[in-house]
């Protein structure tokens, strides 16, 4: 029988992936049981604290102390408060206890924001990871030599799997029922929770972010530029001129600064005005993609799409009521 230990560290952390965890994988179990075989797993809820009271109090989780569990074969760590430096200085112990686990052959789950436990081990040095789409920059800028990607909802490492945000974290859950017993136990915890286990990509959620606070004044005006003039047809040459900068030094310092290619953040900066403009207003696509800069109705689908996920149609169909009523 697999040993599996949902890991509770000090702090706030988000219970749903503490019990939405436990509570589907138990199913699992109990489904594989029911088939006539034996449990697969054995499930407990560990951590270096006694009682963590959680939602002003409200609820309470006590967990097993972890310096018992000599063992595991896997180890999930939920999703945790967004002040990530003290989370990192207050977890030490559970880091290097994750750390060791994974080193005697265990291997590793994490929920949400969770990732930023499992990067400060050291064992996601030069590998992909998720997060929440909202915990990008503070991940990138406390663990630069991952390659995170906040687009996909589940990331596959040997041993090693991270996902997405908030209640994505099911998916994650299915994805180790099928790991671990099999795709027709997966597919049946999907239709007793009514989770859509085809769901692969958190893109459709995100809100892009301009980021501005990197220091770089010369960057933050190119910023500020392109956001003032989405309708125009922009010369990144030209615009670099205009700032006093070679274009090779302004692409260098602008990924450095924003995470993106000059390119990308000016179509992320019109596809966020164009989802706005479509999640909130009757007007056609032909209408949105003009006010956004776009003559190419192709150009601009295909864009559209590989930023949400979704076609502009499907996009407004999802999140514009008053368009879907008519």
């Not at 029988?1 to 952390?13: A, C, D, L, S």
Request: glycine share 6%; net charge positive.
């Amino acid at each position: 029988m697999k040993q599996v230990t949902i890991v509770v560290p000090k702090g706030n952390v988000n219970l749903s992936s503490i019990t939405g965890s436990f509570e589907i994988l138990t199913r699992a179990n109990d489904c594989w049981r029911k088939m006539g075989n034996r449990p697969m797993l054995e499930i407990r809820i560990a951590g270096f604290v006694t009682e963590l009271k959680l939602n002003a109090g409200f609820f309470s989780v006590y967990p097993v102390d972890i310096r018992d569990i000599k063992k595991t074969d896997l180890l999930i760590i939920p999703s945790v408060s967004y002040d990530y430096d003290n989370v990192i200085r207050e977890n030490a112990a559970l880091i290097t206890w994750i750390r060791e686990q994974y080193k005697s052959g265990a291997e590793i789950a994490s929920i949400c924001t969770g990732a930023f436990l499992l990067a400060a081990t050291g064992l996601l040095e030069g590998k992909s990871c998720s997060t929440h789409w909202n915990a990008a920059t503070d991940f990138r800028r406390l663990f630069p030599n991952i390659n995170l990607q906040p687009d996909k909802l589940i990331t596959v490492e040997p041993g090693i799997y991270t996902n997405g945000g908030a209640y994505s974290f099911l998916n994650l859950v299915l994805f180790l029922v099928e790991k671990y017993f099999d795709r027709p136990t997966a597919i049946f915890c999907s239709k007793i929770f009514q989770i859509d286990i085809e769901r692969t990509s958190q893109s459709p959620f995100s809100i892009f972010q301009t980021q501005k606070n990197h220091g770089d004044e010369v960057i933050c005006k190119a910023q500020t530029y392109i956001e003032e003039n989405l309708s125009e047809r922009i010369s990144f040459g030209e615009l670099a001129s205009k700032l006093a900068v070679s274009r090779r030094n302004f692409d260098r310092r602008f990924i450095k600064a924003v995470g993106n290619t000059p390119v990308e953040y000016l179509q992320r900066v019109k596809v966020e005005v164009a989802k706005k403009t479509l999640e909130k207003e009757r007007k056609s696509i032909f209408e949105v993609m003009n006010e956004v800069g776009y003559s190419d109705d192709k150009a601009f689908r295909e864009v559209f799409k590989k930023i949400t996920g979704l076609s502009p149609l499907d996009y407004r169909a999802r999140y514009n009521k008053e368009v879907v009523m008519v």
